[in-house]
């Protein structure tokens, strides 16, 4: 394993074996296809599904709700783990949708290191730089995957230089394309000078390898043609000339990302790619907590909750929340204290996930994400230890940028409606807000296609046809400050008062004039954009 230069102690064997990463990119570069290929290799599933296949049999493993699986696209954040070779890989899916950044960017919060995909027609896209940003936050190490290498792209120096402008990071190959489009043979792997060639015929077919002693030894030229050896050779040669060579302790500073060239339709490319962050991806980094941080290699477990899904499975109430576990070896039946309730929580049946098969875990080490069926006790944000008081931090909840009021389509299913909406609030999926004035509730979302969604899978999950409408509110900010000096706002302005699901207060805006109006009139009171979840 890399040497990582802090004086950081060594992990255990088993946790430093752990690769825990999230999948970023913009709507489309291929993600989901990826992240079939992923599990191809380690072994979880025998045949890759496409998004848009026929049958049922050829479904894709991570989009697991029906409006996903109908449309083609990740809504939610879904999570996996298998093998590969001697690591464990813990991988999570994120939704490329702009719409459902709130859900990424949280799950951000449970990885130690990103893959980035890249469209080699498109480039770096406008949810890629956002995804990025936030990962710049947090330090995260990058990998980056240029897929798509078997259609017509752009050229490769182009990519590169995208990448360095816009994301204003190191970029490094570790392989270079041959060819592309039609003409795209394969890659050179730059690492351990092989020569990877495409088998257009079988998609799920591994790439046929080639050892290759440097690029002057004449068995290049038996595969590669002779216009495109020279093109390639040249390209190779200035890319050594002007681009780094590979820092492994700048890769997991964050400062450098190697670029990996291939087609995830084909396979191709993927298998160096897995080995890439097997090698130069982070083990299990401490996680932000107050009053101290957790060190993975702690012996007491904790773990904190990203993420909560309700309804994985229609047939039963259930939700899961996601955890993602800081320190320690956890074992089934192991009782944590629930650090916000400081009550004690056995928990006997957790899950590990295969996307949306799960197995029960009998164990699991800090890296790991596994999941606990619960019915509302854990809500994202919460922290899980064996018994010290220590909560973690930096997992975000971000103020609503579209509002609009809800009813149900029966008035007698009212307490329904409030149910259903407490479940999504509590998952993260929307904020719901009640004002202090009038009946019914308002509900915030990042997206408009948040707001389908919702009606789709309330209908779906709980049978209760609903409608979206209007509201005269535009946004909503959490109000921090004093209590003596939060009632006093509360009383002068009703109207625009409201609660959200935590019982915290909430001024309900029409106008950037009332928020300026406020923060003129109560100076010591904060009207913030972003609430830290569950503080």
């Known amino acids: ?30 993600k989901t296809t990826l992240t079939e290929k992923f ?54 899916d994120t939704p490329g949708h702009s719409d459902f950044s709130e859900d990424t ?54 990519i590169i230089d995208e990448i360095q402008e816009n994301l204003a990071i190191d970029v490094t190959p570790a392989s270079w394309p041959i060819g592309m489009g039609r003409d795209f043979l394969g890659c050179y792997d730059l690492l351990n000078d092989r020569l990877e060639l495409m088998d257009r015929a079988d998609r799920n077919v591994v790439a046929e390898t080639i050892e290759i002693n440097g690029l002057d030894d004449p068995k290049l030229a038996e595969h590669v043609p002779a216009h ?21 302790k700048s890769v997991l500073e964050g400062h450098m990302t190697p670029i990996w060239f291939g087609s995830a339709i084909n396979s191709f490319g993927v298998q ?71 009550k004690p929580m056995a928990v006997s049946n957790p899950v590990l996930f295969l996307a949306s098969d799960r197995e029960l875990a009998e164990e699991a080490w800090a890296g790991d994400i596994i999941g606990i069926p619960n019915h509302g006790q854990l809500r994202i944000g919460d922290t899980l ?31 329904h409606l409030e149910k259903a909406l407490m479940q999504f609030a509590e998952e993260g999926a929307a ?31 709980y049978g209760l046809p609903v409608r979206f409408e209007a509201s005269q509110f535009t946004s909503a900010r959490w109000i921090i400050g004093d209590k003596d000096e939060v009632e006093k706002l509360v009383e002068a302005n009703k109207q625009h008062i409201a609660h959200d699901n935590d019982g915290d207060p909430v001024f309900l805006t029409r106008l950037q004039w009332d928020i300026d109006r406020v923060e003129r009139d109560y100076p010591a009171l904060k009207l913030s954009a972003t609430k830290e979840m569950m503080v």
Do not use: W
């Open 1 to 30: 394993m890399l040497d990582t230069a802090s004086n950081r102690p060594n992990l255990p064997p088993e946790i430093a074996r752990r690769r825990t990463f999230a999948i970023i990119s913009h709507p489309d570069a291929g």
């Open 39 to 92: 599990l191809l290799y380690g072994g979880a599933i025998q045949m890759a599904g496409q998004v848009r296949a026929k049958g049922e049999s050829r479904r894709t493993r991570s989009d697991f709700m029906k409006m996903e699986q109908d449309r083609g696209i990740s809504v939610s954040a879904s999570a996996m783990s298998f093998d590969f070779g001697k690591y464990r890989f813990n991988l999570v």
């Open 105 to 158: 960017y949280r799950t951000l919060t449970a990885v130690d290191a990103a893959v980035m995909v890249i469209d080699g027609a498109k480039g770096v896209e406008s949810q890629t730089q956002k995804l990025f940003e936030v990962c710049r936050l947090r330090d995260l190490p990058i990998l980056t995957f240029c897929n798509k290498m078997d259609r017509e792209s752009r050229d490769t120096f182009d």
């Open 228 to 248: 495109m050896l020279e093109k390639f050779l040249e390209e190779v040669e200035m890319a050594r000339e002007l681009l780094p060579t590979l820092d492994p």
């Open 272 to 342: 160096e790619l897995m080995q890439g962050i097997a090698q130069y991806g982070p083990e299990p980094q401490p996680q932000q907590a107050s009053p101290r941080a957790i060190a993975p290699e702690e012996g007491k477990v904790a773990g904190f909750v990203f993420k909560v899904q309700a309804n994985m499975d229609p047939k039963h109430r259930d939700r899961v929340a996601f955890v993602r576990l800081a320190s320690g070896h956890f074992k089934r039946g192991m009782k944590l204290t629930h650090v916000r309730t400081k």
């Open 385 to 415: 230890t064996e018994g010290e008081m220590i909560r973690a931090t930096g997992i975000p909840s971000f103020a609503p940028e579209l509002l609009q009021g809800v009813r149900a389509g029966d008035p007698m299913k009212a307490k």
């Open 431 to 461: 904020k719901v807000f009640k004002p202090n004035i009038g009946s019914g509730f308002i509900v915030g979302v990042v997206g408009a296609l948040q707001f389908e969604v919702l009606a789709s899978r309330i209908e779906l999950e």
